[in-house]
């Protein structure tokens, strides 16, 4: 069977994240890429580390650009693949790269680690 699992965390600026909305068994019932503030829905944010079947590539045209968040992810959800939310503990230790800014940030902060 066909399915991906996102692992997700709570955020606090809510509009810099896809967003997720669970239902039952984990089960993720909308996905929305970084939304504007009237319409956060959800604090559940996706950590950028997925578990899929190899089968999902299938989904992706080739030769071209396709966003996660923006293009697959609503196309799986709408298509009706399962897709499963996993929210990570707030004691777990993540690192958000998702701009150059935190990219560098975690940089040093791995390096200061290595020490």
Known sequence: MLFLTLALYRVSNPTECGLVELGDQGRIKRFVEKP??????????????????????????????????HDLFPRLLQEGVPMYGYPISEDEYLIDIGTMEKYQRAQRQWHLMEK
């Open 36 to 69: 504007p503030a009237y319409a956060v829905f959800s604090d559940l944010a996706n950590t950028g580390v997925f578990v899929l079947e190899p089968e999902v590539i299938d989904y992706i045209p080739p030769h071209t650009f396709y966003d996660f968040g």
